[in-house]
């Protein structure tokens, strides 16, 4: 049923569903369109889509079976307004957003409904602190959870689609878009903050001091790449999901506050080897 299908916003993860579609033996035509020609070009030259549109209405105008909107949050939810009135009951439109709760209230309000086309929120949980089609690769979601927040009973596109996530490697969960919201504050956004907040402290500290910045870097070891690779992760998607994921997230932080003052306050007490116990028990489930 699936023969052609969109990709808006060719990015990593964009073009990276253009390769993985390509890789695993998806036959049909795949187009794709971005704002940003340079990496719609990269993707045109890596073999991630097929033809490159010129323009939204081009998008629009498409016939694509299925849309797959791979751009930052904000944009998916303007996209979502333009496609709503153009497509028809047999399209299916999906995403790649961050959080999930804005884009799931907009699809039950626009899609899903008789003369409108069909609409599965989506999440994969997988990319690189670095974005841009040139690091796009057919493998990046093996291994993956792929999250999908579903609002009405799948149909026959959304069932098909599915099926092709499953030949990416990755691993396929339902989830409510709240909990999603919920969830993924505290083991994707609270991480990327911790690891901004202590590459920025760290920039601040030691950039005015190019003998101790240049100790930071000859002693900082595997554990400081660990904790602030992160730190290299782009604003303009991470604004996005600042946005529309605000509560969570600025709740993880308060919490996460808390306990860092927790432990400042117990560095010489049998506390500290208590949050030690606790972690290591984490860390072993």
């Excluded at 957003?97 to 086309?117: C, D, M, V, W, Y």
């Excluded at 595997?222 to 994921?245: C, F, I, K, Q």
Aim: overall charge negative; proline content about 4%; hydrophobic content about 45%.
């Amino acid at each position: 049923m699936i023969e052609r299908i969109a990709i808006v916003g060719t990015g990593l993860i964009g073009a990276s569903v253009g390769l993985a579609l390509k890789a695993n033996g998806f036959g049909g035509k795949i187009i794709g369109f971005d704002a940003n020609a340079d990496e719609l070009a990269t993707a045109l030259s890596l073999g991630a889509v097929d033809e490159a549109l010129a323009s939204r209405e081009a998008v629009l105008a498409s016939g694509a079976d299925v849309i797959v909107l791979c751009t930052p949050v904000l944009p998916i939810l303007d996209w979502m307004e333009q496609l709503a009135p153009a497509l028809s009951e047999q399209q299916l439109v999906t995403d790649v957003g961050s959080t999930k709760r804005e884009i799931a209230a907009k699809a039950a309000q626009l899609f899903n409904r008789p003369g409108r086309a069909r609409f599965l929120p989506g999440h994969p949980m997988a990319g690189k602190e670095s974005g841009g089609a040139a690091l796009a690769e057919a493998m990046l979601f093996q291994g993956a959870t792929w999250l999908f927040t579903p609002i009405v009973a799948y149909g026959p596109l959304e069932t098909e689609w599915r099926e092709l996530v499953k030949l990416f490697g990755a691993q396929l969960r339902n989830m409510n878009a709240d909990r999603h919201d919920e969830v993924c504050a505290w083991v994707s956004h609270l991480p990327q903050m911790m690891s901004t907040a202590l590459a920025a402290l760290l920039e601040d500290t030691f950039a005015g001091d190019p003998e101790g910045m240049a100790a930071v870097q000859a002693i900082g070891g595997r554990a400081l790449r660990e904790t602030t690779r992160l730190g290299a992760s782009p604003y303009s998607m991470w604004r996005d999901v600042a946005m529309t994921n605000t509560t969570e997230i600025a709740q993880t932080l308060s919490a996460l506050e808390q306990r860092l003052a927790h432990v400042r306050e117990n560095l010489r007490t049998p506390e500290l080897r208590d949050e030690f116990a606790r972690a290591n028990e984490f860390r072993k489930k």
